[in-house]
């Protein structure tokens, strides 16, 4: 799960103003490190810089001074959320080494010039392409967006054609990919067959965008053109004039979901491009109310899990009739708790004590991944008077780790998976198959367990969660195709 962006503008000073806000932005998808490639289509130059950390002004003077030198016109971004490996997240020299764009500036067994950048969102299975692979750069970089640069070149200077190479991307390297990539006189993007992670363009005088969010256009007066369909490849020229052509119409499609429930600033628009995941995440909390009207009424006001839980529990406050009380907030404001594995107990949240001393509150969140997040905000908020705390948790379980982008944890580490390994509930290799009730019991049992270890001070007989389910994403979403390996074990076909 990372942030890419591609821009193609007439005049270096603006292309190059959006690039620095776009990595600002993008910071949010991939706090690990940044890079940018700066393009002039017209000499071919290009030139790449990678940074272990997040836009600071020390990245923004460098880029400026490259692209004022260069005269350049065409930009590529990338925003790095390391996923499989967290040895990257750890040591710096492999983060650097594995931080894109990825420059591939010769190759050294052809004997030739190969200056082409490529940047990538998602998670391909590398093994297969190293298998296509006949050319080898020596480059030391080792992640599959390495690969993927590599093997869309190859393909494209095999036939000379930029769609057939794409086509052959699509058709034969499995896994998830916004794929960006430039060798000097376009900028090209393309989406997998399956459309696993967001891609739109955007356009405004004089500068055409592709990005990972379209939120970023309504922050800086961008006009919306489209989502990129899975499949499908956009080139911008040089000159501002672009093409989309579907390649590949391949079904079932599968977008993750999660991006609409979790990863996306809630001004975006999903993955159809007709609708606001605002309103997606408005339409999970009305559902998750429906469910549980019956069972779940006796609570004073409705508390968010921030920032994520916000829209869940305004909707279903709504719903309810109950209120809706933000009163707690996070010491570090731009830090996305679901991207930082460990975070210091004591200085994750604070609270309002005076509002919610002696309350009945029902906490809303996106999800459960790894428990400890949700042990902690309860904690945070019993320690603040609180009477008793439930949990209204919007994503069904997750049992299962994503291979597609997402960086959930080992299976081990999944708080879901727990009920699998103890065989509380029945999974045969196939479709996880539990009633959702029952697993709101176990998992209730497993939290209080595990407050009573950390935190024996508090008494967490009160707490009580309550998860959604597949049928209430899809009764939500306004895309009836989705991945849903996550929370059924069944992956697309």
């Known amino acids: 799960m990372c942030g890419t962006a591609g821009i193609v ?12 806000k776009a990595g600002e932005y ?12 700066l393009v002039n289509p017209y000499t071919n130059t290009i030139i790449s810089r990678r940074y272990t950390k997040p836009i600071d002004e020390l990245f923004i003077r460098e880029i400026k001074g490259i692209a004022f030198d260069t005269r350049a016109t065409l930009f590529l971004l990338q925003t790095k959320y390391s996923t499989r490996t967290n040895v990257q997240k750890q040591d710096k020299e492999s983060l650097e080494l594995n931080a894109q764009p990825i420059h591939l500036w010769y190759d050294g067994l052809a004997g030739i010039v190969n200056d082409c950048l490529g940047v990538h969102n998602g998670e391909v299975e590398d093994d297969k392409i190293k298998d296509f692979l006949k050319i080898h750069s020596p480059m030391k970089a080792t992640v599959d967006s390495r690969y993927l640069t590599e093997i869309y070149f190859q393909k494209l200077s095999e036939s000379n054609d930029e769609w057939k190479a794409a ?4 058709n034969n390297v499995e896994g998830a990919f916004t794929f960006g990539f430039s060798e000097g006189d376009s900028l090209i993007f393309f989406k997998d067959k399956r459309g696993y992670r967001p891609l739109c363009i955007g356009e405004t005088d004089g500068l055409i965008m592709l990005t990972s969010e379209s939120g970023f256009f309504n922050d800086y007066n961008l006009d919306f053109i489209d989502e990129v369909k899975p499949g499908e490849m956009v080139k911008v020229d040089r000159d501002l004039r672009y093409e989309k052509r ?3 119409d391949y079904s079932p499609k599968a977008p993750c979901a999660f991006e609409d429930i979790y990863f996306k600033d809630f001004i975006s628009r999903d993955f159809t491009g007709e609708h606001s995941v605002r309103e997606t995440r408005e339409r999970v909390g009305i559902e998750l109310y429906k469910f549980y009207k019956n069972e779940l009424d006796n609570f004073d006001f409705v508390v968010p899990v921030i920032e994520s839980g916000n829209t869940y529990g305004q909707a279903f406050a709504a719903a309810s009739g109950k209120m809706f009380k933000d009163v707690v907030r996070k010491p570090e404001r731009d830090v996305r708790y679901f991207l930082r594995a460990k975070v210091e107990k004591e200085h994750k949240y604070s609270v309002d004590d005076l509002i919610v ?4 509150i029902l906490a809303t969140d996106d999800s459960l991944v790894r428990g400890d997040t949700i042990v902690e905000f309860y904690a945070s908020l019993k320690k603040a008077g609180a009477k008793t705390v439930s949990f209204m948790i919007a994503w069904p379980p997750i049992f299962f780790t994503c291979n597609n982008g997402i960086d959930t944890p080992t299976r081990e580490e999944l708080y879901a998976h727990k009920l699998i390994e103890r065989d509380l509930i029945e999974y045969n290799g196939g479709e996880v198959k539990y009633d959702v009730h029952r697993v709101n019991d176990m998992i209730t049992g497993l939290l209080r367990d595990d407050i009573r270890q950390e935190c024996p001070e508090i008494n967490p007989n009160d707490l009580y969660v309550y998860y959604g389910t597949n049928e209430i994403l899809a009764e939500s979403l306004p895309y009836k195709q989705k991945c849903s390996l996550c929370h059924t074990g069944v992956p697309p076909k």
């Open 26 to 37: 993008l910071k949010r998808r991939g706090p690990d490190s940044i890079g940018a490639g």
């Open 9 to 20: 503008c007439n005049d270096t000073r603006k292309g190059l103003d959006i690039l620095i």
């Open 246 to 248: 579907l390649l590949v």
């Open 167 to 170: 086509e052959w991307v699509m």
């Open 357 to 360: 001393r002696g309350k009945d």
